[in-house]
């Protein structure tokens, strides 16, 4: 969804880099701090203080989107910055998910752990299908973008759920449900546009 006003983002992004880039932390610190702050949001999530863990969430995903723009406003990207990126990533969204399976939020239709499983089983699906396509070859150059949530999408709808949960446990419960969902959507969508290609 995000992917569609990427052009947006990338000017936004690459005006902060160039600001940021001023100070004295390069590009891989910035990565690094925003795996620190996601685990000051874990923590408040356990201890059920929604809204702080939101914020702090938000603030953590903003940080996530600045550090590649500060590498190239530095002129230093590397594959190692990258990579580091990448796998930062994907242990910000699985430190998130399980905080939120360590909430007793209400049942709905199925067991609340059961769409949390499904979660990061799918979000790390989605990401699977896009590395194994460029992997074996099914897609030169690297799949650019692809289905309904891209990591971003993923946050954005993950941390609404945390806020949610300050107001409502049940209505947080279905944001879990219908976000599952959509992220499956996403990994079949992304497994076709792989094999189409």
Known sequence: MLYIKRKYFDNLGRSMGEVLAKLPISANQWTLTGMAIVLISFILLVNQSFLLAGIVCLIASSVDMIDGAVARAKRRATVFGAYLDTI??????????????????????????????????????????????????????????????????????????????????????????????????????????????
């Open 88 to 197: 930062v990533d994907r242990l910000i969204e699985f430190i998130v998910i399980f905080g939120l399976f360590l909430v007793p939020y209400p049942d709905f239709i199925l067991p609340t752990s059961i769409w949390l499983f499904i979660m990061m089983f799918g979000s790390l699906m989605v990401t699977y299908t896009k590395a194994a396509a460029t992997e074996k070859r099914l897609v030169l150059g690297g799949m650019k973008g692809g289905g309904l949530l891209e990591h971003p999408d993923r946050m954005l709808l993950i941390t609404a759920t945390i806020i949610a949960s300050h107001f409502s446990m049940e209505y947080a419960s279905y944001l879990i449900a219908i976000t599952t969902v959509l992220i499956v959507i996403t990994a079949v969508q992304r497994f076709v546009i792989a094999t189409k290609r």
